[in-house]
């Protein structure tokens, strides 16, 4: 077990259009974290959707298909 993982899991999947050449794409993310004390749920979605988009500008504007986050520990 990786002792440097953060307390929380999350996973999110994306879904960019396509066009009249070529399909759309579904991307998927995941990762973990450690929220500071006070962050709500969307606060998190805000936090990841933007690390995501900076990593991944094409995936700015994507629709968001599913997004979940939890408890890292079992």
Known sequence: ???AQGSHFFFMSLYTPGDVHA???VWR???HFTPPPGM???DAYEMLMGEITE???A???AT???FDVQPNQL
């Open 55 to 57: 990593d991944t500008p």
């Open 40 to 42: 709500t749920r969307h």
């Open 29 to 31: 993310r995941s990762g």
């Open 64 to 66: 968001v298909l599913a």
């Open 59 to 61: 995936l700015a504007g």
């Open 1 to 3: 077990m990786d002792q």
């Open 23 to 25: 399909p759309g794409s």
